[in-house]
């Protein structure tokens, strides 16, 4: 209720008072409630009502980078991007930088542009990012180079493994880039050692395992090939393995 309360009273502040001292907080206000609400196509309307009516604001930059967020989170990433550049431009402070530059990386990556998204990521590592940024960011690094084939993959995704009080989503997906580095670098041991290991309930098991007998059945392995299906089988029959 003062949620609801608070929003109307910021929408009588917009509407009645547009030159006000506060409207431009009265807007940030109320596109950041809509964020909250996972409504972002009102929190992309209420930002981008803030960035075009109120340039010269404090909180310019704020209404700015949640605008592209906003965008990000409603998987328009072109707008996204355009305006974490616009923002970029405008030689924000770190806490806007750092999430900015990282979230651009991000875009490139899913561009494919994987160099371009490596050597953003580059220029975050010289700044003063937060702890729980750096294995992030190091994760992305990982991705762009197995991509890439470049063979400090599987260094990058040891050494996010190597992170302490690692998020279990983050500890599993660097898991499944060493798994996927190591096939690719040739060396299936270490993504058949992950796979004895961590078991049919690694969230990445079937997906390693199905690139793990791509790789057998290339090198007309079948032997190991066929093994690798039988642990496809595993999960999906819910049968113990069987050699």
């Not at 975050?124 to 993959?153: E, M, Q, R, T």
């Not at 990058?156 to 096939?183: D, Q, R």
Request: aromatic share 16%; charged share 20%; with cysteine.
């Amino acid at each position: 209720n003062d949620v609801m309360k608070a929003e109307q009273n910021f929408k009588v502040t917009v509407k009645k008072y547009p030159s006000s001292a506060y409207s431009d907080y009265a807007i940030y206000s109320l596109g950041w409630i809509s964020y909250l609400k996972k409504d972002f196509d009102r929190a992309i309307k209420y930002f981008k009502q803030g960035v075009f009516s109120y340039p010269n604001s404090p909180i310019y930059h704020q209404m700015l980078f949640w605008l592209a967020e906003s965008f990000m989170q409603n998987n328009k990433t072109d707008q996204a991007y355009a305006y974490f550049l616009k923002l970029l431009s405008k030689s924000p402070g770190p806490s806007l930088k750092i999430p900015a530059l990282f979230e651009v990386a991000k875009i490139q990556f899913m561009k494919k542009d994987y160099l371009l998204s490596k050597k953003t990521l580059k220029g975050l590592k010289l700044l003063n990012v937060p702890d729980s940024l750096i294995p992030k960011i190091h994760l992305l690094v990982g991705w762009c180079d197995y991509f890439l084939k470049d063979v400090n993959a599987l260094k990058t995704f040891n050494k996010v493994l190597t992170f302490s009080k690692l998020a279990p989503a983050l500890k599993a997906e660097a898991i499944y880039g060493k798994g996927l580095s190591a096939i690719q670098q040739g060396n299936p041991e270490i993504a058949e050692n992950i796979l004895n290991t961590t078991g049919p309930q690694f969230p990445w098991f079937g997906e390693l395992t199905i690139e793990l007998a791509n790789y057998y059945f290339g090198k007309k392995d079948y032997k190991n090939a066929g093994r690798s299906c039988s642990r496809i089988f595993q999960v999906l029959r819910k049968t113990p393995y069987i050699e």
